[in-house]
């Protein structure tokens, strides 16, 4: 598999050559995965700022995409969206300068 044009757009630098477009892609299914796991444990614990609150954000964010990059950037606004859940360390600002995929998921 190859990844999209857009992957390779955003990023800048080269990744190492033991990072293949394999890895990447197994690292974007595992980011999938404990995204799924965070929200579900965030509905558990039941710390939504207000009723609704998470709901509102997967309906703003869509559903999670298939494509690495768009993935990472997905996931960071699943974890740290506006207005914020206060449950999450702000990773935004590192998920957004990243310079390769690899580093960006």
């Known amino acids: 598999a190859n990844l999209a044009d857009d992957d390779a757009a955003l990023s800048v630098d080269q ?52 494509e690495p990059n768009k993935r990472a950037l997905w996931v960071a606004g699943l974890i740290n969206p506006l207005p914020a859940l206060g449950v999450a360390l702000e990773i935004r600002p590192a998920v957004l300068t990243a310079r390769t995929t690899s580093r960006r998921l």
Do not use: Y
């Open 15 to 66: 990744e190492p050559p033991e990072v293949t477009t394999a890895k990447i892609l197994a690292l974007s299914d595992t980011v999938g995965n404990l995204a799924e796991e965070w929200r579900q444990a965030l509905e558990v614990s039941n710390r939504e700022r207000f009723p609704g609150h998470l709901r509102g954000i997967l309906h703003d964010l869509g559903s999670m995409p298939e």
